[in-house]
């Protein structure tokens, strides 16, 4: 079992940053591929980013591509995303979430993971 919790989200005017913040309970974060998803009002959930269970291979939306940096560090059983020259439109709720111990490839099916943060909110200003 995995336990997620999201923060670092809050109101950042737009070409502004923000870091969010993942920490997962449980000794096997390593052995976890880890995606974050976000949902915007009125929405479906979409994909962000991805990263596997190492950190050498990570994915990203086309939408966030070059502007977001997904990154973990497993000796601090986290995950990070980082993200540069924010837009109105990336105004969402922001969540991480975790594939099972047993899934080794990295997904943008939010039906493939097992574990979900509580979500954070992310608002751009123009």
């Known amino acids: 079992q995995v336990q997620l919790v999201d923060s670092g989200g809050g109101l950042v005017q737009a070409g502004g940053s923000l870091r969010l913040s993942c920490a997962a309970s449980?000794?096997?974060?390593?052995?976890?591929?880890m995606g974050w998803f976000r949902q915007a009002p009125g929405k479906e959930r979409e994909p962000v980013a991805a990263?596997?269970?190492?950190?050498?291979?990570?994915y990203y939306a086309v939408s966030v591509k070059g502007r977001f940096t997904i990154s973990r560090d497993n000796a601090k059983n986290t995950v990070y995303l980082q993200m540069n020259s924010l837009k109105p439109e990336d105004t969402a709720v922001y969540y991480c979430?975790?594939?099972?111990?047993?899934?080794?490839?990295?997904?943008?099916?939010?039906?493939?993971?097992?574990?979900w943060g509580q979500g954070t909110q992310v608002t751009v200003s123009s």
């Open positions: 990263i596997s269970r190492s950190g050498r291979s990570t």
């Open positions: 979430a975790a594939r099972g111990p047993i899934d080794e490839s990295t997904s943008f099916r939010d039906d493939e993971y097992n574990y």
């Open positions: 449980g000794r096997t974060f390593s052995n976890n591929v």
